[in-house]
């Protein structure tokens, strides 16, 4: 994939799904259906990628600051309790400034999943709600603020969506994020919280030859992005074991 680098210090892109879902581990989920939250499991996953992402950071010699992270996350429940846990095993979590939210980064919204539009009711578009008060509570109070992506950067939504056109909102969003923000920022290490589908598109868009048809929880791509473009170092998985049933 040719995008340009105009830093010629290596960035390093975490692309990954999001961890266990509640209602994946044979328990009743609090939230909305559609905007399910994380099982203790998913929790702890996600902390897991958190500390092979320090690992990571001190072979490379990247000093663990949160000027050093910036966390880009689909605005599901499930994705940025993801993220933020990750922040807790990285040791960055505290008074964290640069988490965003990206429409272009949210669920496949296909008809046999969804019988409405989910983003109508996800907790981050419903801040009145329960559920917003216990995500904000219990995983963003650590935290600064969160804010969305200029819209420049993000992608347009639309419900349905076939199967090609989330293809394309995924890897378009993944384009722009890369050539208009992360390429521009002074930022080392990039955190990108998506779902299943999203961190496959972006995989084969970044390696056509790639023969990955499945995503684990936490399944997380390491991508370096330096002045030939963006390569894919290695995958990481959480070093937890898991028992639930398979759901994007």
């Not at 669920?107 to 009711?121: A, K, S």
């Not at 935290?143 to 347009?156: A, V």
């Not at 002074?186 to 961190?199: D, K, L, M, N, W």
Request: proline letters at 3%.
């Amino acid at each position: 994939m040719e995008i340009s680098c105009t830093d010629f210090k290596s960035k390093y892109i975490i692309v990954m799904r999001h961890a266990e879902r509640a209602d994946c581990a044979y328990k009743k989920c609090t939230f909305e259906e559609d905007d399910t939250e994380l099982s203790t499991l998913g929790d702890e996953q996600s902390i897991d990628i958190g500390l092979q992402l320090k690992e990571f950071c001190e072979t490379k010699n990247i000093p663990v600051l949160k000027s050093n992270v910036t966390v880009i996350s689909s605005p599901f429940s499930r994705t940025i309790m993801t993220a933020s846990k990750v922040l807790e095993g990285l040791g960055v979590i505290e008074e964290f400034d640069n988490f965003y939210l990206c429409n272009g980064l949210g669920e496949y919204l296909n008809e046999w999943q969804f019988t409405e539009n989910p983003f109508n009711v996800i907790a981050v578009n419903n801040k009145e709600s329960v559920h917003y008060q216990t995500l904000s509570e219990n995983y963003l109070s650590a935290m600064k603020p969160i804010k969305w992506i200029e819209k420049s950067l993000d992608s347009e939504v639309g419900y349905p969506e076939s199967a090609s056109d989330n293809q394309s909102r995924y890897t378009s969003t993944f384009y722009k994020l890369v050539d208009n923000f992360i390429d521009l920022s002074e930022t080392r290490i990039f955190v990108i919280s998506t779902h299943g589908y999203g961190v496959l598109h972006i995989e084969k868009y970044i390696d056509y030859n790639t023969n990955s048809y499945s995503v684990d929880y936490c399944q997380s791509l390491v991508i370096d992005f330096g002045p030939e473009g963006c390569n894919i170092l290695t995958t990481w998985f959480p070093r937890i074991k898991k028992k639930s049933l398979y759901k994007f």
